[in-house]
């Protein structure tokens, strides 16, 4: 009898979280799977709010081993902890708990994770599996903006990586800060040098990347150094300046009860935006928090990443805010300061046609054109770079093409007008242990970008690209461009070594860089999906040495070498699961396509 009541239990506490989900679905504040958890869960989950992501996590792992635990709690710690590894960028440890999560079909995953691991599977080109996730929740996330544009996307995926080759006029080349290992972000010109955020990775002290970075300055003759004056200790930025450089309004720490620019220890960390101005004799003076003029209660919200626009009368902020009354996640908005009357007027979003469910972020005005970045619009996945124009209510956003973005997280863009270069932050880099981390990117395209027309597939294809050669059902994830500037590499399997046949591709691709020897030579390492990827990343760097080491020989300066190596994320084919069997002759013919190294000749004068 007892295990009839324990059975209709769970089928009523079922049926219950099945009724929620379509409110879960729609709006995760808070996750229904959080709001009555006790004990040790609870204590991880205020853990996490306040990101002390170690000490979550230690509890978490501990807290999945003990016995007697409800399954809802279960799922809840799992769930929990692939937030964790999410926020952390560890996405192999977040992939892999998702995977595990999903399969649990008793409980349905909030809106946030259905989305953000499709993004996840998506980077790593498991884009069969991505469609899978995205066809189970399509009923019940059948009114989310941002869902529906992932699965228009993850369905246009192939036909968006057979296009890539229209821009290979474009390329963009990373900014060496020269700080390995770290996560930077916030470019921006300021004087005759640049400002960026930096956060140094350590994986044996998990902290937030995004709420603990400091500001540095960079100039030609003093080199990196912290930006000078500002009194708080982390989240120095991203800043905006006015007034000829003279005042600066930028994003910081905020902890309700502690005061300012304390470590959190009982409540949330929130952003916010402070202003200061240069005192006589060059110090900035001490921050005011101008937040707490736009909304009653601004210290339960964030609000961040300011963009300033002054005139004679008003100065006006754009930021990010997850404040309420918006479309969901975190909005794009503004606010105006009058002079006359020393007062900031309240906030307006900047509607639908820009701000989603997803999040909107990093905007930059100049003039009449917003730059901004969003996983909430049309893209490729993940972040998105996008560019608006703020005197065309409604209109479109226009979607940057590649290899501006990816699916990888592309954001934080500045125009340097004088020099015609964009500079963008982007993970679209592999580290060891799959943990991936925002680097700088420049580019100078040499018409206007607009011009290239729209870079995401209106319609749908029945059938995906695959190659012309072949009846089976494999596909193209990349097209290159049939060009004698771009070559193909292939490598047996667990192998590195470069053979003579594959040499003579190399020595043509060779003759044609000398016919101007001040391009690059671009090298990238690949792997199949055999292994393990953290075997898989030293494979493809050894790949792509190989190649390095042969054109070295050749006569190419070491400086005009550009490698890099992805272990096994970025396959060219993947095998189409019809009936959810493999066939592994089939298989073998796609893992031979993805062990390679692609090398190609860069439109790029290392000496810009």
């Keep these: ?330 909005d794009l908005y503004f606010a105006d300061y009058q002079y006359k009357k020393k007062k900031w007027n309240s906030p307006v979003n900047l509607g639908r046609a820009i701000n989603t469910n997803g999040d909107e972020l990093y905007p930059e005005v100049r003039q009449d054109t917003l730059l901004f970045s969003s996983n909430g619009l049309l893209g490729y996945g993940g972040q998105d770079l996008f560019m608006a124009s703020l005197t065309e209510a409604g209109k479109a956003p226009f979607h940057f093409p590649y290899p501006i973005n990816t699916q990888f997280d592309d954001i934080s863009m500045t125009n340097d007008n004088a020099n015609g270069m964009l500079y963008f932050s982007s993970n679209r880099t592999t580290e060891p242990e799959l943990i991936s981390l925002e680097q700088v990117f420049k580019l100078k395209p040499d018409m206007p970008l607009t011009a290239l027309g729209s870079s995401i597939p209106e319609h749908i294809d029945k059938q995906p690209v695959r190659p012309s050669d072949s009846s089976n059902e494999i596909f193209d994830l990349i097209v290159p461009p049939v060009s004698k500037r771009y070559k193909t590499i292939c490598f047996p399997f667990n192998l590195y070594a470069l053979n003579d046949g594959e040499a003579k591709h190399l020595d043509g691709l060779y003759q044609e860089w000398t016919n101007d020897k001040r391009d690059m030579i671009c090298i990238e390492g690949h792997t199949d999906q055999t292994g393990t990827e953290t075997y898989n990343v030293k494979l493809s760097e050894l790949r792509a040495m190989a190649i390095r080491k042969y054109l070295l020989k050749k006569g190419v300066p070491d400086h005009q070498l550009r490698t890099s190596w992805y272990g096994s994320v970025r396959p060219v084919a993947a095998v189409k699961f019809d009936d959810g069997k493999l066939n592994k002759a089939e298989a073998e013919r796609v893992n031979a396509l993805n062990r390679r190294t692609d090398a190609f000749i860069c439109k790029f004068n290392a000496n810009d």
């Design 1 to 330: 009898m007892k295990q009839i009541y324990l059975k209709l239990f769970f089928s009523l506490l079922f049926a219950l979280i099945m009724l929620l989900s379509k409110t879960v679905i729609a709006a995760d504040h808070p996750p229904v799977y959080f709001k009555n958890i006790k004990g040790q869960l609870a204590k991880a989950y205020r853990l996490y709010q306040i990101q002390e992501y170690e000490k979550s996590e230690r509890i978490l792992q501990k807290y999945r081993r003990a016995s007697g635990i409800l399954p809802m709690d279960v799922f809840a710690s799992k769930l929990l902890l692939a937030r964790i590894y999410l926020e952390m960028k560890e996405y192999g440890s977040c992939i892999a708990l998702y995977q595990s999560i999903a399969e649990d079909k008793k409980f349905p995953l909030p809106a946030k994770d259905v989305s953000d691991y499709i993004d996840l599977l998506r980077r790593t080109g498991a884009i069969t599996e991505a469609i899978e996730i995205a066809d189970r929740y399509s009923r019940l996330m059948s009114g989310d903006v941002r869902f529906n544009h992932q699965l228009h996307s993850l369905k246009t995926y192939y036909q968006y990586k057979g296009m890539r080759g229209n821009n290979d006029k474009l390329y963009a080349d990373t900014v060496n800060v020269g700080m390995p290992g770290s996560y930077i972000y916030g470019f921006q010109l300021y004087k005759d040098g640049f400002l960026f955020l930096a956060n140094k990775l350590d994986i044996t002290n998990r902290k937030s990347l995004y709420v603990n970075s400091k500001l540095y300055q960079f100039t030609e003759e003093e080199g990196i150094k912290p930006f000078k004056g500002m009194r708080n200790i982390l989240q120095h930025g991203p800043v905006s300046f006015y007034n000829n450089d003279s005042a600066i309004v930028f994003t910081d720490n905020q902890y309700k009860n502690t005061g300012f620019g304390y470590r959190p220890y009982q409540q949330r960390n929130n952003l916010q935006l402070y202003t200061s101005h240069i005192k006589k004799g060059g110090r900035w003076s001490k921050p005011v928090r101008i937040t707490r003029s736009f909304i009653k209660q601004a210290h339960r919200y964030s609000f961040m990443h300011p963009s300033v626009i002054k005139t004679d009368s008003v100065m006006r902020v754009y930021f990010a805010s997850d404040m309420p009354g918006g479309y969901g996640g975190a």
